[in-house]
């Protein structure tokens, strides 16, 4: 389960089916902004310190500075993707 799919269940359970409604709605907010600065960190580090993830990429995948370099991008790209409501869903799979 993502991040994004784990913050927006507890708000539904904290906030919404506990009858808090709109009063608390800024929980979910504050939520998708963390993860969206956890995305942007993330992202940002597989370019900042790429050696501590070419050891976790597993020797039989090939091009590892490739596939590091394009999983800093996909983070990068949720992130952003995570700005707009239309697109929330469909970076939440990343």
Do not use: W
Request: net charge positive; charged share 10%.
């Amino acid at each position: 389960m993502t991040l994004l799919k784990l913050s927006i269940l507890f708000c539904d359970i904290i906030v919404f089916k506990n009858g808090y409604g709109t009063k608390n709605a800024n929980v979910k907010k504050i939520s998708l902004v963390i993860l969206m600065a956890g995305y942007l960190v993330a992202g940002t580090n597989h370019f900042y310190n790429p050696q501590s993830y070419y050891y976790i990429i597993p020797a039989y995948l090939p091009f590892p500075i490739v596939l590091n370099i394009l999983a800093g991008l996909f983070e990068v790209l949720f992130a952003l993707m995570l700005i707009r409501p239309k697109n929330r869903k469909v970076a939440s799979h990343g």
